[in-house]
């Protein structure tokens, strides 16, 4: 049951093959076994099986909210929760309990979904691995998996197995390993920069961020308001899409939604035929840093299209390469701004100096954040001095606009998606990882994913097989403004074709056979 | 008084426009910069100004001084300007804060559609240009009443620019005349107000209350055009009268509702304007002028003394009556201005703009909004002159004195007497009244129904003025009597037994004969007297007119 995707087990929740509770109770379990991972910061087991029991009932009645009603899922700690502690993996917020919830929270409790607890993630999401938080970084799934571990024994020069765990990816990289180690069905990550694609490429998983404005930003603690979007993460493209149905619209909590009418529920067709789609391959995105199995996924999947009858063409972003140093001085910019709140007045970690109110303030930020959150706001500060101002700021808002042209100059020449990779390369062991720092990973992690977020499309990366160390790989689709729908609707297309295989974790959790039921799906299409 | 010794053309009385026949005191017009509010160290400085005068007067230097001014006005709404907590003077501390206007994270701003119409408003009433498209920024500053860390406001793009804002000055010998001045507006712009700070110095600690972080301000940035504190005093009273009339903003300076921080510099005429200081801390009008007048001389009398002019911040002292460098530690502050990115540019519209089936809800319409203007007080004071043909000065006072328009319009509307009786009585006897007693309009005793009926026996005759008088003094004694009852118990109609009064005056020039002769030697004021005497005779119930008219028959003049 556990390795069910969201749709198949919230069709045996109405058919009452298992009841809320027994599914929570099964979750909070492999939450347990799985604790070494760190995908969790809050589990909030109280809160979970309460509302597992009034979803029970509701089933009972007869009266299900719908598709999530019983289903368990988890939530990125830095959306807001009601009475729920939500820290952003910061000593700053250590000990905060929101008095509210976010939106989109809100929105799957008035669902029924079960919230399992808060997922870990960099701190206040200012990474791409998931390993600079106050708790911890996170342990991806695949390390354990049966495909990996088989890899592995037949390469002689692997260490350690201990020591030689892999990252998630991140900064949603919680949220992305609670979802593929089975201990829930969706979660919500965010994603500034790829903070929820990339760590779904890295864990075999839908990562899904949607077009600016469609989905409520309100209760997620910001990183870069205007780059922001809260991120979905699931097993296949339809849950993506039940998830979203529930989430989209507009809020009047947030000045960003938009009010459009938009087509709902996301019920994705089943595209039968592609000879009418248009792909568009950007050049620009074909890097020398971009590893061959990944390039060599990448034009399979173009190929792929071609055959079935799909234009392929390649398109140019001319402006994509600026984008990274765009988006560093934008993004810090915005930390400064965003971060200033933190000052231990109101809520959070407050010093225990207390000769002046600077003197607290400045104790307060240097106890309260980490290097790499410190180190943006000292350079998102320089950049919004006066006499820096026009030179770096303004200069990156029209950089910014020219990224968002190009897009906008491809879909015009007839391109429905943009077929890109996800990430440059599999997952790397934590140890490979933290040789780089934060700042060096964060630029060269999100070199295919920013890009969208500066144009405020929607995207998502879809896992699209394993790599020759038995890892996952991810490619992203790229779609118009607010066609998000379409954008889905050709992922669940692609998903179909490449099947890509179910992690294998039975020996990582002995009596959890369950977890295997779908085994029979491991079949690579698109194995090299 | 520190103004009329410069040279600028300021005269120094201000607010005097209550004078009709110079017998009333005016509350703002007291003297400014008294000798007895300067004790201790701040003495000598404040009394350099009467040296440098002196020294102006002689014209070795001329001087002129420059004041600009940046008012927040906060605006009269329900809900604050991005949240939708209460808007409440005087609630108990920290119980209208909303989690946005904590800066709880996550938290956005939605802005508040009263406050947007009532900066369109106000703009329109002070001939802005209403930008079609405005920005919000933030402005940053580490505050502990500031708990974003950021204000939100309109840098770069505010909702309305290019206005102005005509005021009136009085001047002439008896401050009877009304000059016109306009100042320039330079923009006005939305934005939040901080939260309030109280420092506990006992246990030295420093407590926040954010009832008031977040509510909507107007500031209103007025180009420096005028030259001296009245100038600055009576713009100010004017933009209080209009937000007032628009009900924009309450604009209680007591209350907060109303800051003013002005910009002062002096410079020669015809060279570069001199470096500026700002001045701060300025919650009345009357503050306002002593506050620049000051601020204008000590400038004067550092650059005379070979001194600078420092570009700071300074406070003004209103026990000490002098303005103090308020040394700020860290000197200038980079506010590290950035776009609001949570707000997405304010769009109004107007009739030609407005998008076919908009939603009401959802768009402002500019031209929907002038419409709705109310009467302005300029044009409430030129109907009073045309209507009731009072002189200008006195429709000022009408409309400065909070509720003294309202009260004469209600005397108006009950008495049957000439209007100006009317404003001679409301302006001389009741204002003076209320002054004496340093009482408002709202606080008096005496009511307009009272008034009017008071006003209505002078007309018919019943009484004389000076019984009227006497009845008015009566009615603030608040026994609760009218105006007839006190006539009847006191006995003072007039006597309209006119063979009584012919008997009197018959009287009186038999016991005056040296007067009578006077009179008959042509010397026609000794007539007065006799009517005086005759009046005393009286008990001053006789209509001197009545008595004047029998004398001269008596007297066959």
């Known amino acids: 049951m556990l390795g069910r995707t969201l749709r198949e087990v919230s069709a045996a929740l109405k058919q009452g093959q298992i009841t809320p509770t027994e599914l929570c109770q099964k979750c909070l379990s492999l939450i347990k076994k799985t604790k070494f991972l760190n995908a969790y910061i809050t589990v909030s087991e109280e809160v979970a099986l309460k509302q597992a029991e009034e979803s029970e009932k509701r089933y009972k009645n007869g009266q299900s909210l719908g598709d999530l009603d019983g289903i368990p899922i988890a939530v990125k700690d830095n959306f807001s929760t009601s009475g729920i502690e939500t820290t952003c993996a910061s000593n700053m917020l250590k000990g905060y309990i929101p008095p509210y919830n976010a939106t989109v929270v809100q929105k799957l409790l008035d669902q029924g979904a079960l919230l399992m607890g808060k997922t870990n993630l960099d701190e206040f999401a200012m990474g791409s691995g998931s390993t600079d938080g106050v708790f911890g970084p996170v342990k991806n799934p695949w390390s354990y998996s049966k495909q990996y571990r088989e890899k592995r024994k037949q390469n002689p020069h692997s260490e350690n197995e201990d020591s030689d765990w892999l990252i998630t990816g991140g900064s949603s990289g919680g949220s992305a390993a609670a979802v593929s180690a089975f201990t829930c069905y969706a979660a919500l990550g965010s994603d500034t920069g790829g903070s929820t694609r990339n760590p779904a490429a890295h864990c075999g998983l839908v990562g899904f961020k949607p077009s600016y404005g469609l ?81 060599s996924l990448w034009s399979k999947a173009a190929d792929l299209f071609e055959s079935e009858g799909a234009k392929v063409i390649e398109v140019s972003l001319p402006h994509t390469s600026y984008s990274i140093v765009c988006y560093h001085v934008l993004c810090t910019s915005e930390v400064a701004s965003n971060m200033a709140r933190f000052d231990g007045l109101q809520y959070g970690h407050r010093c225990d100096i207390d000769v002046s109110t600077e003197a607290m303030y400045a104790a307060t930020r240097r106890e309260g954040f980490n290097d790499v959150v410190r180190g943006r706001i000292l350079s998102g500060n320089f950049f919004l001095l006066k006499e820096n101002y026009e030179n770096y ?60 977020n500066m144009a405020g499309l929607p995207a998502v990366s879809i896992p699209v097989a394993l790599s020759n160390q038995g890892l996952p790989i991810g490619l992203q689709f790229i779609g118009r403004a607010f066609c998000d729908q379409q954008l889905l609707t050709v992922a669940k297309w692609f998903e179909k074709q490449v099947q890509f295989p179910v992690i294998q974790l039975q020996e990582l959790m002995d009596d959890c056979s369950a977890v295997l039921e779908n085994e029979k799906l491991a079949s690579v299409s698109l194995k090299q | 008084m520190a103004a009329p010794m410069l040279r600028w053309g300021c005269r120094g009385r201000r607010w005097a426009f209550a004078r009709v026949d110079g017998g009333s005191c005016h509350r703002r017009g007291a003297p400014t910069g008294s000798t007895s509010n300067r004790i201790r160290g701040e003495s000598s400085v404040a009394q350099q100004p009467l040296h440098t005068a002196q020294k102006t007067r002689k014209g070795e230097h001329k001087w002129a001084a420059v004041v600009g001014l940046e008012i927040h006005a906060q605006i009269s709404s329900n809900s604050k300007l991005f949240s939708g907590s209460q808007v409440r ?166 209350e ?12 020669h005429p015809g060279e570069p304007l001199g470096v500026r200081t700002e001045v701060k801390n300025l919650n009345s009008i009357r503050f306002l002028a002593k506050a620049i007048d000051y601020e204008i001389q000590r400038q004067i009398n550092e650059l005379e003394n070979g001194g600078e002019i420092l570009n700071e911040t300074r406070s003004f002292h209103h026990k000490l009556g002098c303005t103090m460098s308020m040394r700020d530690k860290e000197g200038k502050q980079d506010y590290r201005f950035m776009p609001e990115p949570n707000l997405p540019p304010l769009v109004l519209y107007d009739a030609t703009s407005l998008p076919a089936g908009a939603d009401p809800q959802q768009v402002i319409n500019i031209d929907q909004i002038r419409e709705t203007l109310p009467e302005l007080p300029s044009v409430t004071r030129e109907k009073l002159v045309q209507q009731y043909g009072m002189l ?120 005056h004969p040296q007067v009578v002769m006077d009179v008959k030697n042509r010397n026609p004021r000794a007539i007065n007297k006799l009517i005086g005497l005759v009046r005393k005779a009286t008990q001053s119930r006789a209509d001197p007119v009545m008595i004047k008219e029998l004398l001269e028959k008596k007297l066959s003049l």
């Not at chain 1, 960003?256 to 000879?275: E, R």
Request: aromatic share 6%; with cysteine.
């Open chain 1, 215 to 295: 989905v409520s930003r309100h209760g997620l603690i910001p990183l870069v308001n205007s780059m922001d979007v809260p991120g979905i993460l699931t097993r296949c493209v339809d849950d993506a899409a039940i998830v979203l149905g529930a989430l989209a619209g507009p809020d009047p909590r947030d000045s960003t939604t938009v009010h459009d009418p938009i087509n709902k529920p996301f019920m994705l067709p089943s595209l039968a035929d592609v000879s009418k789609l248009c792909i568009g391959i950007p050049k620009e995105y074909l890097v020398p840093e971009l590893s061959s199995e990944v390039q």
């Open chain 1, 393 to 452: 700021f303004v200069k990156a808002q029209k950089v910014r606009r020219l990224i968002a042209n190009d897009f906008i100059n491809a879909f015009n020449s007839g391109v429905d998606v943009l077929l890109t990779p996800t990430t440059l390369s599999e997952a790397v062991p934590y140890l490979e990882f933290i040789k780089e720092d934060n700042r060096t990973r964060s630029a060269q992690d999100d070199i295919f994913t920013q890009a969208v």
């Open chain 2, 89 to 254: 003077f005087s609630a108990p501390p920290n119980s209208l804060v909303s989690f946005f206007d904590a800066s709880l994270p996550g938290t956005l701003p939605v802005l508040n559609r009263r406050c947007v119409e009532a900066a369109v408003m106000t703009g329109l009433a002070l001939n802005c240009h209403i930008n079609k498209k405005s920005l919000f920024d933030r402005k940053h500053y580490f505050y502990a009443d500031l708990p974003a860390g950021y204000q939100i406001t309109q840098q770069r793009l505010p909702i309305a620019v290019n206005g102005s804002l005509i005021y009136g000055v009085c001047a002439g010998k008896k401050q009877s005349q009304v000059i016109p001045k306009t100042v320039r507006i330079k923009q006005i712009q939305l934005e939040q107000d901080s939260g309030k700070s109280l420092h506990d110095n006992l246990r030295s600690q420093t407590l926040i209350d954010l009832n008031r972080a977040g509510v909507g301000l107007l500031e209103v940035v007025l180009e420096p055009d005028m030259s001296c504190g009245e100038e600055a005093a009576t713009a100010v009273r004017e933009l209080q009268l209009i937000l007032q009339a628009l009900g924009t903003s309450q604009a209680n300076m007591a």
């Open chain 2, 256 to 267: 907060g509702q109303l800051r003013v921080d002005a910009n002062i510099s002096v410079h």
């Open chain 2, 392 to 511: 200008l000065e006195h429709s000022f006072t009408l409309l400065n004195e909070v509720g003294l328009l309202e009260f004469f319009q209600n005397v108006i509307k009950e008495t049957r007497a000439e209007p100006k009786k009317v404003t001679s009585w409301v302006l001389n006897t009741f204002l003076g009244y209320l002054k004496q007693q340093n009482l408002a309009v709202s606080e008096s005793p005496v009511t307009p129904s009272a008034l009017a009926e008071l006003l209505d026996l002078l007309d018919s005759r019943t009484i004389s003025s000076s019984a009227a008088k006497q009845v008015f003094e009566e009615l603030w004694k608040r026994e609760g009597k009218t105006p007839g009852q006190i006539v009847s118990e006191k006995q003072l109609e007039l006597m309209q037994d006119q063979g009584a009064l012919e008997q009197l005056c018959h009287s009186v020039m038999e016991a």
